[in-house]
T-cell receptor, first 111, second 114 residues
Framework: GQQLNQSPQSMFIQEGEDVSMNCTSS?????WLWYKQEPGEGPVLLIA?????ELTSNGRLTAQFGITRKDSFLNISASIPSDVGIYFC???????????FGKGTHLIIQP | SAVISQKPSRDICQRGTSLTIQCQVD?????MFWYRQQPGQSLTLIAT?????????ESGFVIDKFPISRPNLTFSTLTVSNMSPEDSSIYLC???????????FGPGTRLLVL
C-alpha cells in the first residue's frame, strides 16, 4: 500500500525561528493535506493542496504540492509558543479514498 | 467546516467486552470515515462509511471486529468488538469537506482496554 515518509520526526526550536517539514510518497496523490494535532484533540486541517506545483499560505504557514505529486512541504515562519503540537501530512487519491497519513512531526518550542 | 462530536470522549473497558462509539455531524455528508490512532502513532484508516451501503474496510480491518452503522447522513457508529489491550487507541471519525477533497475530524474517543 501507499506509504508516506515524513521528516523530521521531531524538532526542538527557539521561539521566533522558522520551521520546515516535508513528506514524500511512494506513489502519487491527487490532494495533499497538512493537519495539526494537540493533546486530547483530533487533527485540525491547516492547509489543503489540490494540484501539482500549488503553493498556498495560511497566515505564517506555507505549503507546496510537489511537481511529481509525490511530495509536499510545510513551512512555519516566526514560530510562537502556540505552534507546539504534532503536524501530520496526509495524501488523498481520487474519489472516495480515505487519507494516508505521515508519521507526524513533533514541534517543541523552547522559550 | 463541519462540527463533529463523538461519544464517549474516553472509556476504560474490560477485555472481551464491546464498545460502540458514536459520531454526530452538524450537516449532511455523504462520506464518513473511521480512523484508529494507536498510542504515539499516526492515524490509520479503518473503513469508509457511505450512507445506505455497507462500509468498506481497509486491509487488516474486518467487519466482525469493527462493525459500522450509517443510518443517516449525519450519524455513524463504530463498534470495537471483543476488545483486547491491543485495541487501546484513539478512535476518530471524519467527514468529507471541500468538495470531497478534504476531511474534518472529530475530537476522538480515547479507549483503554484492561
Amino acid at each position: 500500500g501507499q506509504q508516506l515518509n515524513q521528516s523530521p520526526q521531531s524538532m526542538f526550536i527557539q521561539e521566533g525561528e522558522d520551521v520546515s517539514m516535508n513528506c514524500t510518497s511512494s506513489s502519487i496523490f491527487n490532494t495533499w493535506l497538512w493537519y495539526k494535532q494537540e493533546p486530547g484533540e483530533g487533527p485540525v486541517l491547516l492547509i489543503a493542496l489540490y494540484k501539482a506545483g500549488e503553493l498556498t499560505s495560511n497566515g505564517r504557514l506555507t505549503a507546496q504540492f510537489g511537481i511529481t505529486r509525490k511530495d509536499s512541504f510545510l513551512n512555519i515562519s516566526a514560530s510562537i509558543p502556540s505552534d507546539v503540537g504534532i503536524y501530520f501530512c496526509a495524501g488523498k487519491g481520487g474519489g472516495a479514498d480515505g487519507l494516508t497519513f505521515g508519521k507526524g512531526t513533533h514541534l517543541i518550542i523552547q522559550p | 467546516s463541519a462540527v463533529i462530536s463523538q461519544k464517549p470522549s474516553r472509556d476504560i473497558c474490560q477485555r472481551g467486552t464491546s464498545l460502540t462509539i458514536q459520531c454526530q455531524v452538524d450537516s449532511q455528508v455523504t462520506m464518513m470515515f473511521w480512523y484508529r490512532q494507536q498510542p504515539g502513532q499516526s492515524l490509520t484508516l479503518i473503513a469508509t462509511a457511505n450512507q445506505g451501503s455497507e462500509a468498506t474496510y481497509e486491509s487488516g480491518f474486518v467487519i466482525d471486529k469493527f462493525p459500522i452503522s450509517r443510518p443517516n447522513l449525519t450519524f455513524s457508529t463504530l463498534t470495537v468488538s471483543n476488545m483486547s489491550p491491543e485495541d487501546s487507541s484513539i478512535y476518530l471519525c471524519s467527514v468529507e469537506g471541500g468538495g470531497g477533497e478534504t476531511q474534518y475530524f472529530g475530537p476522538g474517543t480515547r479507549l483503554l482496554v484492561l
